[in-house]
């Protein structure tokens, strides 16, 4: 089946910021597809919110490697899902994929992907889940610590089944 990116919201930031929201996510899309290209102020992982819910509703497994190393875990009960672990060197790429957005009957997933060389050649694949049926609103980004730094970019798009 054929899909269609449309463009809904941009951002970079012209100064450094403890978090990035987009709100007012028209409903109007089948998914959501979030590019963002990260620097943080310091090396940390960055946590993605759906509604301004920071409540434990949150789950994660993901993959990780370095080399030939590489590691899984999984968590429950989390105030949201990890998206990439990012440093104060180089931006490193997230792409988020967040399924059935607007269904209010269903519980939300996303996929995730994220890579950064200048993280010493870290890579991630990662699926997270917000238990909650609301329609999703509001997409946030938030560090563990610091802040993003300037020059950090993201991307909303929906995407339409054709």
């Known amino acids: 089946m054929d899909k269609t990116y449309e463009p809904i919201a941009a951002q ?53 490697g370095y080399g030939s190393t590489a590691t899984a875990d999984r968590f429950n009960s989390q105030t949201g899902i990890d998206v990439g672990y990012f440093n104060s060197t180089n931006f ?36 997270g889940l917000w238990r909650n049926t609301a329609s999703i609103t509001t997409i946030s980004l938030t560090p563990y610590s610091g802040n993003l730094n300037t020059g950090s970019s993201f991307t909303l798009y929906g995407i339409r089944a054709a």
Do not use: H
């Open 12 to 64: 970079t930031l012209g100064s450094a910021a403890a978090s990035v929201t987009f709100s007012s996510i028209p409903q109007t899309y089948t998914d959501l597809k979030f590019i963002c290209y990260i620097q943080l102020s310091a090396l940390t992982f960055v946590n993605l919110r759906f509604n301004s819910d920071s409540g434990s509703n949150y789950s994660v497994n993901r993959i990780y």
């Open 92 to 127: 490193g790429y997230s792409e988020i994929n967040i399924m059935n957005y607007a269904n209010s009957s269903t519980f939300k997933t996303i996929s995730n992907r994220w890579g950064s060389e200048g993280n010493s050649g870290y890579v991630l694949a990662g699926v």
